[in-house]
């Protein structure tokens, strides 16, 4: 294979281990904030860890505020009030506290603090990005609480345009945290489907990752060892909760995950980002529902890779087929359905779906080329959950 010319990014800095949030002041100090902003959503502040966070930071003697008002799909309004909140109080960083939807919300938060123009300028689109000013863009500690997203060593956001019912991905490379706080204590308490439709998202991430073209092989290690890792230690988690050595495997699995896929997401990303906008429905399930469809209508680019992947895995059998018989399998031991349809998802829309998903930032990343149609197909048969009607 020629070796291509591209530009690799593996630059953040992680805390990892039990207990490390009690380091939180030090990873202010290190940074320069002396008022942060505490950004996490309206579940999680009423749970312990926040409160145990908090505790932490006024015994340290910190200024923060609190704000917390960020849905499951975080909107434009939510980044909007909290940059008014930010502004406000005078902060001078963000820590990002929680799953997907808070670290998304709270880096778009650091990253429009200090911009004239509105937000939908910076959508990742051409080198939109390039038009903010950097100097602008508040310092970010993250603090995972779900091991699924990753979006705590990811340059980017996905936010929701309410008035287009689209999720936009907003993208600028200092919005990448510059420091992590991975510590597995947090994610004890995350219940069992949580913990399963997360971890699965963290999968799908190494998959998709894995199976993007371009020459990436830093990429495709991370995402090959971070699939092993949840496929060992994923089924443990959701089952025993309190095992923190699965957790810990976990948190670090889905950094991985996203890690590798700033070499590219693809089809199952694409479609399930536009379900996530219409049905309001929890990403990582979307995702898990979708994978083995998505793998299927992939099947004719990605079987050498399978091939890989199922001997790493220590399958019987070998290629595409079997990834997807395990996929499968796994997704029922963790009680994941298997169509769309048993999430009320129905074929409403389905033309407009496959529209949209073409147009998805995912998908000219998808392991082969994919148009409208064949999106509304992989759509169509996740509803229904006839597989084998798929063309691979
Ligand atoms: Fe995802």
């Known amino acids: 294979m020629q070796l291509a010319n591209t530009n690799w990014n593996y630059p953040t800095t992680i805390w990892f281990g039990n207990g490390r949030i009690n380091e939180i002041s030090q990873a202010c100090k290190k940074l320069g904030i002396n008022n942060p902003l505490f950004v996490t959503d309206e579940g999680l502040v009423k749970l312990d860890i926040v409160e145990k966070t908090i505790n932490i930071l006024k015994r340290d003697r910190l200024n923060f505020t609190v704000y917390s008002d960020v849905q499951g799909n975080p909107t434009e309004k939510n980044v909007v009030d909290g940059v008014a909140h930010y502004l406000k109080n005078k902060h001078d960083g963000v820590i990002a506290f929680g799953g997907g939807s808070a670290i998304d919300a709270a880096k778009t938060i650091a990253f429009m603090s200090g911009q004239t123009r509105s937000l939908w300028d910076f959508e990742d689109v051409g080198d939109n990005w390039s ?11 993250a603090i995972p609480t779900t091991a699924g997203t990753g979006s705590e060593v990811g340059r980017a956001s996905v936010i929701l345009d309410e008035k287009l019912h689209t999720k936009k991905i907003i993208f600028h490379p200092k919005m990448l945290p510059a420091i992590v706080i ?50 060992k230690y994923l089924p443990i988690a959701v089952k025993d909760g309190k095992n923190l050595e699965a957790r810990g495997q976990m948190l670090v699995a889905a950094s991985m995950g996203a890690t590798a896929f700033q070499k590219g997401l693809g089809s199952v990303h694409s479609v399930a980002h536009q379900l ?21 209508q992939n099947k004719s680019a990605i079987e050498e890779r399978m091939v890989h992947l199922s001997k790493v895995l220590g399958l019987e059998k070998e290629g595409t087929d079997a990834i997807i018989n395990y996929i499968i399998g796994l997704r029922k031991e963790l009680n994941i359905p298997h169509t769309l349809k048993e999430i009320d998802i129905n074929l409403d829309n389905a033309q407009e779906i496959g529209e949209m998903a073409y147009k998805d930032p995912s998908t000219p990343s998808n392991a082969k080329p994919v148009n409208a149609k064949d999106l509304e197909q992989l759509f169509r048969a996740a509803v229904s959950g006839d597989i084998n009607g798929l063309q691979a």
């Open 131 to 141: 038009y903010a000013d950097p100097a602008g863009i508040a310092p970010i500690i």
């Open 182 to 231: 991975s510590d597995p204590e947090l994610t004890l308490g995350l219940p069992p489907h949580i913990t399963a439709w997360t971890g699965v998202d963290a999968m799908v991430h190494a998959i998709e990752a894995y199976c993007a073209p371009g020459y990436h092989p830093m990429a495709d290690g991370i995402a090959i060892e971070a699939i092993r890792i949840i496929a």
């Open 276 to 296: 996530g906008a219409i049905y309001n429905k929890q990403h990582g399930l979307l995702n898990a529902i979708i994978l083995p469809y998505a793998l299927k």
